[in-house]
């Protein structure tokens, strides 16, 4: 069984919070029993997380060796630029080496996406921009290093997809069986 679940910014990929500091955790949302995360998205990260009962299935997902395309939407401060769009493309230098190729491209901001609470910074006098983002390792805080080297921060981070199973049309905090 897979679970596709949609996690809202702020809430920890994990069952319950072990600092003992009542974060909102996978427990608020998911109450299937013995699952578990297969991979992980960051406190401050959105979108689609994928849980399952099967220790094959999520070791399959999560194994580097495998590569699995994980994708993301990215919104960014400033302009992106074509040449960064490039880099991205070739691999970026980051403090523990560079990363594999990506596919990344400029796009809109995605439709019917949610409003995030709280709201991303804006900044009167600088634009933002948005850029889907698919990567086969997973780095931690990658996509965020990779926007950051190229001289745009992400304001936002959303993963879309993870392989063959796609956030769609699920609403933030909602979750979807599939067998």
């Known amino acids: 069984m897979i679970i596709l679940f949609n996690k809202p910014y702020d809430v920890l990929c994990q069952f319950t919070d072990n600092d003992g500091n009542g974060r909102a955790t996978l427990a608020d949302y998911i109450k299937q029993k013995n699952v578990y995360a297969a991979g992980r998205l960051d406190r401050d990260s959105e979108g689609l997380?994928?849980?399952?009962?099967?220790?094959?299935?999520?070791?399959?997902?999560?194994?580097?060796?495998?590569?699995?395309?994980?994708?993301?939407?990215?919104?960014?401060?400033?302009?992106?630029?074509?040449?960064?769009?490039t880099q991205l493309t070739k691999g970026v230098k980051l403090k523990d080496g560079f990363t594999r190729?990506?596919?990344?491209?400029?796009?809109?901001?995605?439709?019917?996406?949610?409003?995030?609470?709280?709201?991303?910074?804006?900044?009167?006098?600088?634009?933002?921009?948005?850029?889907?983002?698919?990567?086969?390792?997973?780095?931690?805080?990658?996509?965020?290093?990779m926007t950051a080297a190229m001289g745009f921060p992400t304001l936002r981070l959303i993963r879309a997809s993870i392989g063959q199973w796609e956030l769609g049309s699920l609403a933030i905090g909602e979750s979807k069986f599939e067998r």
């Open 49 to 85: 997380l994928l849980l399952t009962d099967d220790g094959k299935l999520q070791h399959q997902i999560t194994d580097p060796k495998n590569k699995m395309e994980k994708t993301y939407w990215a919104q960014v401060e400033g302009e992106i630029t074509n040449e960064a769009i």
């Open 101 to 145: 190729p990506a596919k990344a491209k400029i796009i809109t901001e995605p439709k019917n996406l949610w409003p995030r609470t709280p709201p991303i910074r804006e900044r009167k006098h600088i634009p933002t921009s948005w850029l889907q983002l698919s990567i086969k390792e997973g780095r931690n805080r990658q996509v965020r290093r």
